[in-house]
């Protein structure tokens, strides 16, 4: 029991740090990377989602994966609030239903797919292979996002998956030097792995942070959404993991993803946040990229 109430508070606390996070990089989500990086809020936003992470990982410790993963949609749940208050008023109807949608289905997806298996690590033509792959997709979604006009939903799904093979990649390397020793950090594969992580982690809060620019609470969906998915993707694909889901259980997740896209509309409609620029300081308002 007592595993179990640690494991509750530290998944509260995760998804308080993400939450806050995600709302201080909304207020600013407006700015190009030259004037982000003068904003000292900026610098706690990327504290508060680094001791989210490792929080998460802490929790690992006390509990299993299946009861912290679907206590991810906290994030949401929070993140939505705190931004009614930043902007002074109450959750709209719209973005109560909206989020109920969503955190049902986000849930249920979690707790219907899940994966068993040996849990291998990445091969070295495997690493380079989904680290190149990774990139395309990600700078395609990117572009697609910057495009005049275009959702901000694709830039989410770019930060969701950059996310989601930055820890793939993280595992990788933990679990490698782990077993071989710290001498395997010397490796060229290596090395390209701590490059590629490095990297896909700036990517992916950089790309987060631009979704935000039309409001919070639906791109934060969507990269709730996409982390999970790609994460079981790549166990399947690569990690030599299988679906521990019947065909009862497939439908029941397919309804589960169709509530949670009709929860991600309604957040889209809803723009919980209200415009950047009226938030940020005047003289850091820009519309450069």
């Given at each position: 029991?007592?595993?179990?109430?640690?494991?509750?508070?530290?998944?509260?606390?995760v998804?308080?740090?993400?939450?806050?996070?995600?709302?201080?990089q909304a207020?600013?989500?407006?700015?190009?990377?030259?004037?982000?990086?003068?904003?000292?809020?900026?610098?706690?936003?990327?504290?508060?989602?680094?001791?989210?992470?490792?929080?998460?990982?802490?929790?690992?410790?006390?509990?299993?994966?299946?009861?912290?993963?679907?206590?991810?949609v906290?994030?949401?749940?929070?993140?939505?609030?705190?931004?009614?208050?930043?902007?002074?008023?109450?959750?709209?109807?719209?973005?109560?239903?909206?989020m109920?949608?969503?955190?049902?289905?986000?849930?249920?997806?979690?707790?219907?797919?899940?994966?068993?298996?040996?849990g291998?690590?990445?091969?070295?033509?495997?690493?380079?292979?989904?680290?190149?792959?990774?990139?395309?997709?990600v700078g395609?979604?990117?572009?697609?996002?910057?495009?005049?006009?275009?959702?901000?939903?694709?830039?989410?799904?770019?930060g969701?998956?950059?996310?989601?093979?930055?820890?793939?990649?993280?595992?990788?390397?933990?679990?490698?030097v782990?077993d071989?020793?710290?001498?395997t950090?010397?490796?060229?594969v290596?090395?390209?792995?701590?490059?590629?992580?490095?990297?896909?982690?700036?990517v992916?809060?950089?790309v987060?942070q631009?979704?935000?620019?039309?409001?919070?609470?639906a791109?934060?969906?969507?990269?709730?959404?996409?982390?999970?998915?790609?994460?079981?993707?790549i166990?399947?694909?690569?990690?030599?993991e299988?679906?521990a889901?019947?065909?009862?259980?497939?439908?029941?997740?397919?309804?589960?993803?169709?509530?949670?896209?009709?929860?991600?509309t309604?957040?889209?409609?809803?723009?919980?946040?209200?415009?950047?620029p009226?938030?940020?300081?005047r003289e850091?308002?820009?519309?450069?990229?």
């Open positions: 029991m007592t595993d179990l109430i640690i494991t509750i508070v530290l998944c509260v606390a998804a308080i740090a993400y939450a806050a996070a995600a709302l201080i207020r600013y989500a407006h700015l190009a990377v030259r004037e982000l990086i003068r904003v000292p809020a900026l610098w706690l936003a990327l504290g508060l989602n680094g001791l989210g992470a490792a929080l998460h990982v802490t929790s690992l410790g006390f509990g299993p994966l299946s009861l912290i993963q679907p206590l991810g906290l994030t949401l749940v929070i993140a939505v609030p705190f931004a009614a208050m930043a902007a002074k008023r109450r959750v709209t109807r719209l973005e109560l239903s909206g109920t949608n969503t955190v049902i289905g986000l849930a249920g997806l979690a707790l219907i797919i899940t994966t068993t298996g040996p291998e690590t990445l091969t070295s033509g495997e690493l380079i292979g989904l680290a190149a792959a990774t990139a395309a997709v395609v979604l990117s572009l697609k996002g910057r495009r005049p006009g275009a959702s901000t939903l694709w830039e989410a799904v770019a969701g998956m950059a996310y989601s093979v930055c820890s793939a990649l993280c595992q990788t390397v933990v679990v490698t782990g071989a020793g710290p001498a950090l010397l490796r060229p290596t090395i390209v792995a701590v490059i590629a992580i490095a990297v896909f982690a700036v992916a809060t950089l987060t631009r979704s935000y620019r039309d409001g919070l609470a791109p934060l969906a969507v990269t709730n959404l996409v982390n999970p998915a790609t994460a079981t993707a166990g399947v694909a690569l990690l030599g299988n679906l889901t019947t065909p009862v259980e497939m439908v029941i997740a397919l309804v589960c993803a169709v509530l949670s896209g009709f929860g991600v309604q957040l889209s409609r809803a723009r919980d946040v209200v415009d950047t009226s938030l940020a300081p850091e308002v820009s519309t450069s990229v």
